[in-house]
């Protein structure tokens, strides 16, 4: 079988073509003579032919650079594997992303999925800062497609806008999209990237002295303390909802032992709520209505965005009023 090669431009049977730069220093270093018959293609599309055959060809002329040939037959044939094959590969910490998505391609490989690891080192220089430039215009061609890839692409917008051609958008592609409806929450465990995107939510976080950014921002962002503090373990996002305690308290179960969580909803008419979460201090939110806070002291009443900061020594604190709220607590008590 004579070597094959791609040609992105019309193929017609009898007409002569100087063969674009890539195939024709492919045959140089394959040492081909004038003479010598070569296979092409061109994968135009359905109902043009050369869509799913090939061509014969001659070679018959070789200059320095380039290589002129005279077109033969068409043959209609397939020639794509059985099986797609799909390519997992960990980010290079060098510049041979390029040549890996062009030989992989040459391959036939259907699709190729990068991944951050922990020798992942991901630097756009030179050319290759363009990188997030070309994802966001490939996007922008597929932002209505149904299913993940219109919300893929989706999601590469929505982050060009705010940060335009930030690398960190490419990091953001390797995470998981979730979305969660009023009182659903999500647990992320230390070492476990995250982003907002839109919406507004409660976040309770455990005391930590080492925040490490990871992209969208203007700030530093330090790679390679990233690599060594980023779990890349891949999971599935199971949005967590609130079991209810007794009435009008719901509780938020996680493993982390440093906080808890509970969605407090006193109901007008109603006896007041015991607040749980005694012998620590703790923070009551209200998010929505209006509470009236009593901590046996005194009285506070609490609009919605307002919130108050209960001490541990305030063990019979209540709330009444019509409202949702939320309370958080040290975990260890």
């Given at each position: 079988?004579?070597?094959?090669?791609?040609?992105?431009?019309?193929?017609?049977?009898?007409?002569?073509?100087?063969?674009?730069?890539?195939?024709?220093?492919?045959?140089?270093?394959?040492?081909?003579?004038?003479?010598?018959?070569?296979?092409?293609?061109?994968?135009?599309?359905?109902?043009?032919?050369?869509?799913?055959?090939?061509?014969?060809?001659?070679?018959?002329?070789?200059?320095?650079?380039?290589?002129?040939?005279?077109?033969?037959?068409?043959?209609?044939?397939?020639?794509?594997?059985?099986?797609?094959?799909?390519?997992?590969?960990?980010?290079?910490?060098?510049?041979?992303?390029?040549?890996?998505?062009?030989?992989?391609?040459?391959?036939?490989?259907?699709?190729?999925?990068?991944?951050?690891?922990?020798?992942?080192?991901?630097?756009?220089?030179?050319?290759?800062?363009?990188l997030s430039e070309l994802v966001c215009a490939a996007a922008m061609e597929k932002?209505?497609?149904?299913?993940?890839?219109?919300?893929?692409?989706?999601?590469?917008?929505?982050?060009?806008?705010?940060?335009?051609?930030?690398?960190?958008?490419?990091?953001?592609?390797?995470?998981?999209?979730?979305?969660?409806?009023?009182?659903?929450?999500?647990?992320?465990?230390?070492?476990?990237?995250?982003a907002y995107l839109r919406g507004t939510g409660v976040e309770v976080m455990a005391?930590?002295?080492?925040?490490?950014?990871?992209?969208?921002?203007?700030?530093?962002?330090?790679?390679?303390?990233?690599?060594?503090?980023?779990?890349?373990?891949?999971?599935?996002?199971?949005?967590?909802?609130?079991?209810?305690?007794?009435?009008g308290v719901k509780k938020y179960r996680t493993p982390c032992d440093e906080f808890?969580?509970?969605?407090?909803?006193?109901?007008?008419?109603?006896?007041?709520?015991?607040?749980?979460?005694?012998?620590?201090?703790?923070?009551?939110?209200?998010?929505?209505?209006?509470?009236?806070?009593?901590?046996?002291?005194?009285?506070?009443?609490?609009?919605?965005?307002?919130?108050?900061?209960?001490?541990?020594?305030?063990?019979?604190?209540?709330?009444?009023?019509?409202?949702?709220?939320?309370?958080?607590?040290?975990?260890?008590?």
């Amino acid at each position: 079988m004579s070597a094959r090669f791609y040609a992105d431009t019309a193929l017609t049977t009898g007409s002569t073509l100087t063969l674009p730069d890539h195939a024709a220093r492919h045959i140089q270093v394959l040492r081909l003579q004038p003479g010598d018959s070569i296979t092409l293609f061109n994968g135009l599309g359905s109902g043009q032919q050369g869509s799913e055959g090939e061509f014969s060809a001659t070679i018959t002329r070789m200059g320095r650079s380039d290589v002129d040939v005279t077109i033969g037959a068409y043959t209609a044939t397939h020639r794509e594997a059985p099986r797609a094959v799909h390519l997992v590969v960990s980010m290079p910490a060098n510049e041979r992303m390029d040549w890996l998505v062009e030989k992989a391609t040459e391959l036939g490989v259907a699709s190729i999925q990068p991944l951050m690891t922990e020798r992942s080192v991901l630097r756009l220089k030179g050319e290759r800062a363009g990188l997030s430039e070309l994802v966001c215009a490939a996007a922008m061609e597929k932002k209505h497609a149904p299913g993940e890839l219109g919300e893929f692409s989706r999601t590469v917008l929505e982050l060009d806008e705010v940060f335009p051609s930030d690398p960190g958008i490419l990091a953001a592609l390797l995470m998981n999209r979730v979305k969660l409806h009023p009182g659903e929450a999500l647990y992320v465990p230390a070492g476990q990237m995250h982003a907002y995107l839109r919406g507004t939510g409660v976040e309770v976080m455990a005391n930590s002295d080492n925040v490490i950014r990871g992209g969208l921002t203007s700030k530093h962002v330090d790679v390679g303390e990233l690599v060594k503090v980023v779990d890349f373990e891949p999971i599935t996002p199971r949005p967590i909802h609130p079991v209810a305690v007794r009435a009008g308290v719901k509780k938020y179960r996680t493993p982390c032992d440093e906080f808890d969580t509970w969605r407090i909803s006193p109901k007008a008419g109603r006896a007041p709520i015991r607040l749980p979460g005694r012998r620590s201090a703790r923070i009551l939110l209200v998010i929505e209505g209006e509470a009236e806070l009593d901590t046996g002291v005194e009285q506070l009443t609490l609009h919605r965005g307002e919130a108050a900061f209960l001490p541990a020594t305030d063990l019979a604190a209540t709330v009444t009023g019509q409202a949702v709220a939320f309370l958080t607590a040290s975990g260890l008590r």
